[in-house]
């Protein structure tokens, strides 16, 4: 079974910026326990471009399609047997990231 | 009633759980396992008439579910995931070995009150799956509308499906923590049923109660060494005991210093009190206990006494101290207070209760404790007001009743 795994930074308190040697660590642990699919950390929203092209012709937006105080800061796809076992990791990768993480599965 | 349609009503009691349990474990889906249930409990009502009852039951019961769960997989062959219904429909393995603590229905249990799903979904569900109550009647019960109750159930097992929450009873570490989720689910299930709310329904719901007592009672056969368990079995018991005393002739709450404790019943009391005293054995012993054990264990002081009078309040507030320092919330410092003022008289405990104000302004019994203090101490005025804002929130029938004649009596 596979979980899509939001990291959920907040802009009016975010997490602390230091985390990366732990994040790793948690990686390694991740990729040699068979859990790891896939991961990355996504650049601010503000970077973000919304395109429609479902009219005649392309609109190109500037910035994220949802302004809000939470944003997806980065993503993990992971391979775990059951929710439970999701949850606990999740549990590990908020403290290792400081911040707030969505677990959803995959259809 | 027939005989049959008692054993009917008794098998639906007492082995609903089961053959849900037992499909659930077989067919990995909770729809499936309740559909099927339900077909043969309609079958049951069928043919036991014609046919007689079957020595065992619960065993006709769980194989007739099986067969029909298979029909109804069959049938339903163009589905897509044919092979994994396939190997369901041939596997008879028996379910691999968990350990002592290990019951289908407490696994059931468990899924039902799994922590991802909302607090209500989890009282929705167990009381569905666990407790065997129809759709309509859990509506009822929380006076929510039934499409809005299917709903709510539907969308918990799709949510169980979906992100696969397991089948399974969770491992020791994590087993203190899940037990509390289905302890919160039970205890709702019980004070709804205590102090139902809704100005159409009874004021008390014995069929809640029961059913709260029966589900925990049904844990504590599977965990009987879980504190917690028996703290919260004690608690239901030793209140359901005052049921008898608590609504008057005439539909008014009777509050604990005018109940007739001749009416309460001694063996639910007796039952509770023994609980009680294995949990303070223990305590004894170096096992803190939580708080649906001091809980009980005020309960039990109260149940004790012969009158309010006789009551140790001393007692009951080193209780409630010993309840604060575990779980400092406002609700437990307004019931504190209660025992404040027996001890130390209502001036001291109006003070204690007017610091919570903004905490509980929304809720009822802060205004009514707050009523009854400036009651006693002559405040006439500020007490009546303090009624009137306790009236405007309160839900249950009888409590109306009851504060609408206190206020009435002010001059």
């Known amino acids: 079974m596979r979980y899509l795994v939001s990291v959920i930074d907040d802009k009016i308190t975010p997490g602390s910026t230091d985390r990366q040697p732990a994040i790793s660590a948690f990686n390694e642990r991740l990729i040699a326990e068979g859990h790891w699919v896939f991961a990355g950390g996504l650049a601010a929203p503000d970077t973000a471009t919304v395109v429609d092209s479902r009219g005649e012709e392309a609109m190109v937006t500037d910035g994220p399609f949802l302004e809000s105080k939470e944003y997806l800061a980065g993503v993990w796809v992971w391979e775990a047997p059951d929710l439970d076992v999701a949850l606990a990791l999740a549990a590990e990768a908020s403290k290792v990231c400081d911040r707030k993480i969505e677990v959803r599965p995959f259809q | ?411």
């Open chain 2, 1 to 411: 009633m027939s005989d049959t349609e008692a054993a009917i009503t008794q098998a639906h009691h007492e082995e609903w759980a089961r053959v849900v349990a037992a499909l659930t474990r077989r067919f990995g889906d909770l729809d499936i396992a309740e559909e099927a249930a339900a077909e043969a409990f309609v079958t049951a009502v069928e043919r036991w008439p014609a046919d007689g009852i079957p020595p065992n039951p619960g065993a006709w019961l769980t194989t007739t579910a099986n067969r029909k769960a298979i029909d109804r997989l069959r049938r339903e062959n163009k589905r897509d995931d044919k092979q994994k219904e396939a190997r369901m429909v041939y596997d008879d393995d028996p379910p691999e070995p968990l350990g002592a603590i290990d019951d289908d229905r407490l696994r059931l249990i468990f899924t039902c009150c799994h922590p991802a799903l909302a607090v209500e979904a989890r009282v929705a569900l167990t009381l569905r799956m666990v407790g065997g109550l129809t759709v309509p009647e859990i509506a009822r019960a929380f006076l929510v509308a039934e499409s809005a109750m299917g709903q709510r159930i539907t969308r918990a097992k799709a949510k169980i499906k979906a992100a696969r929450i397991p089948y399974r009873v969770p491992s020791a570490e994590d087993l203190p923590a899940r037990v509390s989720s289905v302890l919160t689910a039970l205890f709702l299930v019980f004070n709804e049923g205590y102090l139902a709310t809704g100005a159409d329904t009874d004021p008390l719901r014995h069929d809640l109660t029961a059913e709260a007592i029966r589900l925990t009672r049904l844990i504590r056969a599977l965990l009987p060494d879980n504190g917690e368990v028996a703290g919260l079995l004690a608690l239901m018991l030793l209140t359901e005991a005052r049921r008898p005393a608590r609504v008057s002739a005439v539909g008014e709450l009777v509050a604990l210093d005018e109940q007739d404790r001749g009416a309460w019943d001694t063996a639910l009391i007796a039952e509770g009190h023994r609980l009680v005293r294995e949990r303070l054995a223990a305590a004894a012993a170096g096992v803190a206990p939580g708080r649906y054990q001091i809980l009980a264990a005020i309960n039990a002081v109260h149940t004790s006494a012969r009158d309010m009078r006789d009551t140790d309040w001393s007692q009951v507030l080193a209780l409630y101290d010993q309840l604060v320092r575990l779980e400092p919330s406002p609700v437990i410092a307004l019931n504190r207070a209660i025992a404040v003022a027996e001890l130390d008289g209502p001036e001291v405990a109006l003070a204690a209760v007017d610091r919570l104000e903004h905490k509980l302004d929304g809720y009822h019994p802060y205004h009514a404790t707050r009523a009854d203090l400036l009651r006693r101490l002559g405040r006439s005025r500020e007490s009546r007001e303090a009624y009137d804002k306790a009236l405007a929130l309160a839900g249950n029938t009888a409590e109306t009743a009851y504060l609408t004649r206190r206020r009435d009596q002010l001059r």
